[in-house]
């Protein structure tokens, strides 16, 4: 067992250490996957700057949804930045140590970011509700200060409500074991090595994601069936094309976040034989979508590609 251990006996943690495996059974080769992840990691931090540049530099698209979409792509590249270091360190340099305090900073980290993006997406769908349902009253509503009021409170929920993940995973005591068959500190992977009852923590993480996401996919729901509902009372067949046009994006990104969230959810429940899966698609889950969010908007908006457009015809001249 590699595990160290503090000297005195009445430390609250005899370990003094997780030691971060990598992906479990297949250690001999993982190395090789740096390549992908590190192209991951570029194209996520290129993409989402040149997104936050041609935001800043196109003066038409000063608009709510851009203005989201930038506060979207600094989540991003934190959630990605949180992971992606520790996972390279450890495929290049065999720096697998990581200090309890790291490793819980690491689990609050990552659920305040993923709750952000939560929030996010759910304020984008607010966006779209007042523009379609209440085209007149948008410019009441949706200004740069319920825009900065909006990001507020979403940092604030997120801050204060992840704390006790991470707070609860530091009161386990972890008193044999270290050794963690991961990439990064999950919490379920870190209370899994507890010697004592970690039902509190699973209590938790499932309170906290329901309260979160859960919150938050139940009002993304209702504001889009609110959004269809009015959509299809339009008349004009082209208004409906257009109408549809602009939420497309964000129900892709919804769509795949959301179901993302489901999927992981479900095979760490289920706890399949092969611990493979559920390490890998947590690890995806919190790199992909960062990379594929400026992704499908420089694809699917016009005005997004007319500004990068610009941006590029600048940086030219």
Request: hydrophobic fraction near 50%.
């Amino acid at each position: 067992m590699s595990a160290s251990f503090k000297g005195s006996n009445s430390s609250k943690f005899q370990v003094s250490e997780f030691i971060l495996m990598g992906f479990p059974g297949i250690h001999s080769w993982q190395n090789w996957l740096s390549l992908p992840l590190v192209l991951l990691y570029l194209s996520t931090i290129g993409a989402n700057i040149l997104i936050l540049t041609t935001i800043y530099q196109d003066s038409s698209l000063k608009q709510p949804m851009y203005l989201f979409l930038g506060i979207l792509s600094v989540v991003d590249m934190g959630l990605a930045t949180t992971i992606v270091p520790k996972i390279l360190a450890i495929f290049w340099f065999d720096a697998k140590a990581i200090s309890l305090p790291e490793c819980f900073a690491q689990i609050y980290a990552i659920h305040s970011f993923l709750g952000m993006e939560s929030g996010v997406f759910l304020c984008m769908a607010f966006d779209r509700y007042v523009a379609i349902c209440h085209p007149l009253r948008y410019p009441l509503i949706v200004t740069n200060s319920f825009i900065t009021k909006a990001t507020l409170f979403m940092v604030l929920r997120n801050g204060l409500l992840v704390i006790p993940v991470p707070v609860l995973a530091a009161q386990r005591h972890y008193c044999s074991r270290n050794e963690i068959e991961h990439c990064l500190c999950s919490n379920l992977g870190v209370t899994s090595l507890a010697c004592d009852d970690r039902r509190p923590n699973s209590i938790c993480q499932l309170v906290v994601a329901w309260l979160i996401m859960g919150g938050d996919l139940i009002l993304i729901i209702l504001s889009y069936a609110l959004i269809l509902r009015s959509i299809f009372r339009l008349n004009s067949a082209e208004a409906v094309s257009k109408a549809l046009s602009t939420c497309s994006s964000h129900l892709i990104l919804i769509f795949f976040f959301y179901t993302a969230v489901v999927v992981v959810s479900v095979t760490h429940l289920a706890e399949t034989k092969n611990a493979l899966i559920p390490v890998l698609l947590n690890v995806l889950h919190n790199i992909v979508p960062p990379s594929l969010n400026p992704v499908v908007y420089a694809l699917r908006n016009r005005e997004l590609r007319e500004g990068f457009q610009k941006v590029h015809t600048d940086v030219a001249k």
